[in-house]
């Protein structure tokens, strides 16, 4: 029963890795059910034991992205450090998830571009804009605390987390552009820019800042 269970698991997971190759190559329009066990290795009706439509595969495979990247941004907003340096963390957390993860990096950004056409059923395309807004929520937690402690200067929370998130994605959207690369720019370099000038700025003049 033990390995029933866990050859359930593992073919779940040969879907969704084949299923997200596929949506990027092809598009989520291309992408069939067909397509999709062909490529795992196994006909469309043992695929239909998992998943009822293309929807709910690129669900999945977006909602795990988006709890990966909101794992990783909890543990660095966890520590018990400057709100700056936190703040700074989740940066750089963001910067490894895009090294480390470039595939569910771009399905969480086609999951969430309107232009993209998808149209998911409602209660699951709610669900990750929820996922999504959770990202920007953990910054303007830290934001909010640093501010209580005198660490940030007294700004919107909300307005300084959506600020920063908003800076990172127009860093990645470059890179992955090639505007970065055609200024002989790296990625690395812009996100210690962005962290440094923001950093000057949130700071309060009152609180202490060490790295």
Same mark, same amino acid.
């Given at each position: ?20 190759e596929?949506?990027?190559?092809l598009g ?6 067909r ?19 293309k929807a ?6 977006? /909602? ?6 909101? &794992?990783?941004? %909890?543990? +660095?907003a966890?520590?018990? #450090?400057? *709100? ?8 750089y ?30 209660p ?12 920007v ?7 909010q605390?640093?501010? /209580? ?6 700004? &919107?929370p909300? %307005?300084? +987390?959506?600020?920063?998130? #908003?800076? *990172?994605?127009?860093?990645?959207l470059?890179n992955r ?8 720019v ?21 609180g202490?800042?060490h790295?």
């Open positions: 029963m033990m390995k029933d269970s866990t050859d359930q698991i593992n073919t779940r997971a040969v879907i969704l890795e084949r299923a997200r596929l949506f990027l190559s989520y329009h291309k992408t069939t059910m397509t999709i066990a062909e490529a795992t290795g196994i006909s469309t009706g043992p695929l239909y034991f998992y998943f009822n439509n709910e595969v690129f669900f999945h495979i977006c /909602s795990e992205a988006f709890d990966y990247l909101i &794992d990783d941004f %909890r543990q +660095a966890a520590h018990d #450090s400057h *709100a700056g340096l936190r703040l700074r963390d989740i940066y957390a963001y910067k490894a998830f895009y090294y480390q993860e470039p595939q569910l990096f771009e399905i969480m950004h086609l999951a969430t571009n309107a232009m993209a056409g998808i149209g998911l059923p409602q699951l395309e709610e669900t990750l804009k929820q996922k999504s807004q959770e990202v929520k953990i910054m303007e937690g830290v934001i605390e640093g501010i /209580s402690r005198q660490e940030l200067r007294p700004v &919107d909300c %307005r300084l +987390a959506l600020y920063l998130y #908003s800076v *990172a994605e127009g860093i990645f470059s552009t090639g505007i970065l690369q055609r200024c002989e790296g990625l690395d370099e812009m996100i210690d820019t962005a962290i440094n000038l923001i950093g000057l700025g949130m700071i309060d003049v009152g202490e800042f790295d």
